[in-house]
């Protein structure tokens, strides 16, 4: 029952780790990956001394450490408010309507965005309302790390509650009516019983979370980005999109590609260490 497992990792994950050589090498499709010849660190000392490496290093983390403080708690608080809930036909109706933009396609999503955010749009109706800029949001570079944000918590929070919401429903209910004898109200019973039995899910969550820090999803951005908007929207994932497919810069794309990796490798490591020595809960 393990071969079909362990062979999809070997085939679409260890086995492709071999093209990472293209990094440090002048790599040509012509010759292959064995006939290019090697080019050491250069590509890797090229896109440090870039101009362009401040800047979408420093979006890349900016745009990461948002989505940490704010579309991470999210789904916790989503799980909270609706394991609260007493009427069941609410409770599946938030639920539901939660959920339903995570199987909407990323197209779909990105293109009501910009109408949403556009001239005339709903959102920049009220943005303006209250003074804002007359001007498209998502061509004011300062708009465009919330609105990408905001968007990822609409689509993201209801789906990413269910662990959570199923991590509620293995707590012993018997610690809350043992709770409710001693007199404490529904704030004391999350903040002493609900929060610490979800604990060491939200720890394994943020170790995963961590180990990613740094892949901010290019598709999105893409489709939402422009040239007016690269000094707050470019990041490491589409700029390597941009010199790999749009420039055949191969080499130096996978360095970049490579980079990225190696930072978040170190992430996953911290994060996983400081949760073991912290509350007894990682992943290895």
Known sequence: MMIPVIAYYLIFHYFPMYGASIAFKEYSPAKGILGSEWAGFTHFISFFESYYFGRILL??????VYSM???FPAPIILALLVNELR???FKNFVQTVTYMPYFISMIVICGMVKDFTNTGGVIHSLYALFGGNEQSMLQQPQLFRS???VSEIWQKVGWESIIYLAALTSIDQE?????????AGRFKQI???TLPGLMPTIAIMF???MGNLLNVGFEKIILLYNPTTYETADVISSFVYRKGLLEFSWSFSTAVGLFNSMINLVLLITANYISRKVNNNSLW
């Open 59 to 64: 979006n890349t983390v900016l745009i990461s």
């Open 69 to 71: 403080l704010f579309e």
């Open 87 to 89: 009427n069941k036909v």
């Open 147 to 149: 609105i990408y944000i």
């Open 175 to 183: 610690q809350y009516e043992a709770a409710r004898m001693d007199g």
């Open 191 to 193: 903040l002493h019983i």
């Open 207 to 209: 170790i995963l979370r």
